[in-house]
């Protein structure tokens, strides 16, 4: 079973580059993020021509959270227990919930589609925001594991955390000024190895960018960052077999600045002889 994330930034102007990307990868699995729709604007029948069902998260036209899938996608989540709102301006409980996350069970496998929030600067009620989404989400996986630690879990998505110096080739980007590579962000990321969860592709694809911005030529310069994860639970990583990250997505007509992450599971009764793609 090949699982992939990405990050499309606007669902209904890629459709055609990523259904077709899905079934020339033979991708089983995706998570998006930043799909930029509600579930009535969504561009289904493309995906559905092809083969996928589909669980759709979005409230307007930002964010949004989805999942194409060609095996039955259960339990389907909207929010993970505990998420925080946000609504600028505003502090406290009961703050409207965004966009961001979209639990769904295929199979045995237990996934996650996220769009961690950006934090916009280190100033800002979006980065408080933003930590206090990610303490959540660590504190939701690790009781999930607690309750069971069999249980194939993976998180999945746009994390907005460069957690390594090596993650970082934007020169834009300074420590003590800029999001994203900030210490509490990234101990918030780090947080999630104390819960159970490793990040699954970086020891088989030690290197790659997976974000490039639009502006200054980054992407010719190789001026990205790696911010999109697949972190998975000891049973999930039990079944991983290969890793890659499509770089050339980022190439062409009016790609997203993102570019998928893929892993390749080997799950009891499938028979898959495939090469592992790096």
Not at 179 to 184: D, E, G, L, R
Request: proline share 7%.
């Amino acid at each position: 079973m090949r699982i992939a994330t990405w990050n499309v930034n606007s669902i209904r102007a890629r459709v055609d580059r990523v259904v077709d990307w899905m079934v020339r990868e033979d991708i089983d699995v995706l998570a998006m993020q930043e799909i930029k729709c509600k579930p009535e604007q969504f561009p289904a029948r493309q995906f559905e021509e092809a083969g996928y069902e589909l669980a759709i998260h979005g409230l307007s036209q930002w964010n949004g959270v989805a999942f194409a899938s060609r095996h039955e996608l259960t339990d389907v989540a909207t929010a993970f227990p505990g998420m925080p709102g946000f609504l600028k301006g505003e502090e406290g409980p009961g703050l409207p919930l965004e966009a961001r996350a979209l639990g769904a069970t295929v199979g045995d496998l237990r996934l996650w589609s996220l769009y961690v929030p950006n934090g916009r600067s280190l100033d800002d009620p979006h980065y408080a925001y933003k930590l206090d989404w990610l303490a959540r989400l660590e504190e939701h996986a690790r009781q999930e594991l607690a309750a069971d630690p069999h249980l194939a879990l993976a998180l999945m998505g746009d994390w907005n955390v460069a957690p390594l110096e090596r993650d970082v080739g934007d020169p834009t980007l300074i420590q003590g000024v800029s999001t994203h590579i900030s210490p509490p962000e990234r101990a918030a990321f780090e947080a999630f190895e104390g819960a159970g969860l490793h990040d699954v592709v970086r020891p088989l694809v030690p290197e790659g960018f997976t974000y490039w911005d639009y502006k200054q030529l980054r992407f010719p310069r190789n001026e990205g960052l790696r911010i999109d994860f697949i972190l998975g639970s000891p049973a999930f990583a039990d079944l991983v077999t290969g890793a890659s990250i499509h770089r050339n997505e980022r190439k062409g007509d009016a790609p997203s600045d993102h570019v998928p992450v893929v892993v390749e599971l080997a799950l009891e009764g499938q028979d898959d002889d495939r090469p592992m793609i790096f």
